[in-house]
């Protein structure tokens, strides 16, 4: 092979390496414009909960009513917003009194404090579909840093589907009644639909 082919070669291997390397950040700018914008956080998510229990089984449920709003940032996914409220008078179990219990004085204090709400302060993106979301939690009149990860589900024109995953630790906001025989750590497992407003 002479100078001119091996320097060709070269060329050519190194723009193949480059393209490479860039691909999958040229995909995420992709997704990410396609997706860039304002949500309203529908009322077909499910934000669901689970408190286990020493020995098995434990309480499980989700919370009916919700609101919330979130904004992906075009550019800069770190620039993204949530806003997002719970009212834990809205909490199914299937039992009707554990519901009574759970939003009683002695957990939620519904009736003093009718919402729960977070706040994002930061995000950050783990890969091609992920993000990890830090905010502040108030619950019970108490505010705390917590962390949830994000990970794309679906998406199209209008509409954009996340599976969310979190762990709150309920002592933090004065509801670790129960413990040790339940956790401390309220396990959150969500389907956030958000529909472009």
Same mark, same amino acid.
């Given at each position: 092979?002479?100078?001119?082919?091996?320097?060709?070669?070269?060329?050519?291997?190194?723009?193949? %390496?480059?393209?490479?390397?860039?691909?999958?950040?040229?995909?995420?700018?992709?997704?990410?414009?396609?997706?860039?914008?304002?949500?309203?956080?529908?009322?077909?998510?499910?934000?669901?909960?689970?408190?286990?229990?020493?020995?098995?089984?434990?309480?499980?449920?989700?919370?009916?009513?919700?609101?919330?709003?979130?904004?992906?940032?075009?550019?800069?996914?770190?620039?993204?917003?949530?806003?997002?409220?719970?009212?834990?008078?809205?909490?199914?179990?299937?039992?009707?009194?554990?519901?009574?219990?759970?939003?009683?004085?002695?957990?939620?204090?519904?009736?003093?404090?009718?919402?729960?709400?977070?706040?994002?302060?930061?995000?950050?993106?783990?890969?091609?579909?992920? %993000?990890?979301?830090?905010?502040?939690?108030? %619950?019970?009149?108490?505010?705390?840093?917590?962390?949830?990860?994000?990970?794309?589900?679906?998406?199209?024109?209008?509409?954009?589907?996340?599976?969310?995953?979190?762990?709150?630790?309920?002592?933090?906001?004065?509801?670790?009644?129960?413990?040790?025989?339940?956790?401390?750590?309220?396990?959150?497992?969500?389907?956030?639909?958000?529909?472009?407003?």
């Amino acid at each position: 092979m002479n100078s001119a082919q091996t320097f060709i070669s070269t060329i050519l291997k190194a723009a193949v %390496a480059l393209l490479v390397a860039i691909a999958p950040a040229l995909a995420n700018a992709d997704t990410l414009s396609e997706v860039a914008g304002r949500y309203r956080i529908d009322t077909s998510s499910r934000i669901g909960f689970m408190v286990a229990q020493i020995g098995g089984g434990g309480i499980s449920g989700d919370f009916k009513k919700f609101s919330g709003v979130f904004a992906l940032n075009n550019s800069d996914i770190s620039r993204s917003t949530i806003e997002f409220t719970l009212f834990p008078e809205s909490v199914s179990t299937g039992q009707a009194r554990i519901e009574s219990f759970l939003r009683s004085d002695a957990v939620f204090d519904s009736q003093n404090f009718p919402t729960v709400t977070f706040k994002s302060t930061q995000i950050t993106q783990t890969g091609p579909s992920t %993000a990890a979301v830090d905010g502040i939690l108030t %619950a019970r009149g108490k505010s705390s840093p917590a962390n949830f990860q994000a990970t794309l589900s679906t998406h199209d024109k209008n509409a954009i589907v996340f599976h969310v995953e979190g762990k709150i630790m309920r002592s933090r906001y004065g509801m670790d009644v129960g413990t040790p025989i339940y956790s401390n750590v309220v396990q959150f497992d969500m389907t956030i639909h958000g529909q472009r407003s």
